[in-house]
């Protein structure tokens, strides 16, 4: 693996994409390829699948590792391909290696709560996962534990790409992305924080509601790094409905617009839902209004 190559390529939108099923709830491969396509020609660089929003924990290891080569397949190296993993240190191996041998460029991991309990646990836990597989790694971060001093041994190992920061304390970002931002790109996470983490000098935004409005990501990612922060703000405005509703619904919602859209949503394993008539009805009326942000036809 080429870390520094790997590396640049984690840049800019990354999707966090769904899991789609079918109406028995079963996964849809199919479907998982017809939202990697849409994606792609959105100019999407980086997704990941099998994350928090594509029900990791709810999949199969066997059904994870056919959605991950379903995407690896439809990508085809257009994007780069994430895959998540988690549990203690043996099930992520296992898991990792399952990505890897389903061709993605990385693996997303998250470790189980009695591994982040002290920092040698950690730096334990991501050295063994380095050791076993040569595909990219990216921690994922989501409280102040895992401080700088632990992070900086993290972006020393040899597939340390990016780390997901999800804490939601800017003056640890800036601070990240200062010290470690050149040993590994950092991901800010969190559609409804995007300006900040562009302001503060993010690698790239990991967001969900970018499953059925990618243009509009990739726009706004762009606009950024032509420092137009007045058009950032305004498309940033423009998902105030669909933050709501999401904040209401989760994943439901995401697979909901998906659907909409003729693109491949279908049930979640668990979670709240469906949605109610007169919420879909907003998110139909919203979607609407992004039509080339969409890409697609509203059904």
Not at 9 to 31: H, L, N, W
Not at 96 to 115: K, T, W
Not at 178 to 189: E, K
């Amino acid at each position: 693996m080429d870390k520094i190559g790997l590396m640049q390529r984690t840049r800019g939108i990354v999707v966090f994409a769904v899991t789609p099923m079918t109406a028995d709830g079963e996964v849809d491969e199919a479907g998982v390829r017809q939202n990697m396509e849409f994606l792609v020609a959105a100019g999407v660089p980086v997704v990941v699948v099998c994350g928090g929003v594509g029900e990791l924990w709810d999949l199969r290891d066997d059904e994870s590792q056919r959605v991950v080569a379903a995407a690896v397949e439809a990508a085809c190296g257009r994007m780069v391909v994430y895959g998540g993993a988690f549990g203690g240190v043996a099930d992520s191996i296992l898991r990792a290696r399952q990505v890897e041998a389903a061709g993605a460029d990385g693996v997303l991991l998250f470790p189980d709560d009695d591994v982040v309990s002290d920092s040698a646990a950690v730096i334990d836990y991501y050295s063994r996962l380095s050791a076993a597989v040569d595909i990219g790694l990216m921690p994922f971060r989501a409280d102040a534990f895992v401080d700088l001093d632990v992070l900086g041994q993290l972006a020393q190992l040899p597939n340390v790409v990016a780390l997901k920061e999800e804490y939601e304390h800017f003056d640890d970002f800036r601070q990240i992305v200062r010290t470690h931002g050149d040993s590994m790109s950092i991901i800010g996470a969190g559609d409804a924080f995007a300006p900040c983490y562009f302001l503060l000098g993010a690698a790239g935004l990991a967001c969900g509601l970018s499953n059925f409005l990618p243009r509009l990501f990739v726009d706004m990612w762009e606009a950024a790094q032509s420092w137009d922060y007045q058009r950032v703000m305004e498309l940033h405005a423009s998902l105030e409905v669909f933050n709501d509703l999401r904040a209401q619904y989760g994943t439901v919602m995401l697979k909901e617009a998906l659907s909409i859209l003729g693109l491949a949503g279908g049930p979640c394993r668990r979670g709240v839902g469906p949605m109610a008539d007169d919420d879909r009805a907003s998110l139909i009326r919203a979607l609407e209004t992004f039509p080339a942000a969409t890409g697609a036809e509203i059904s």
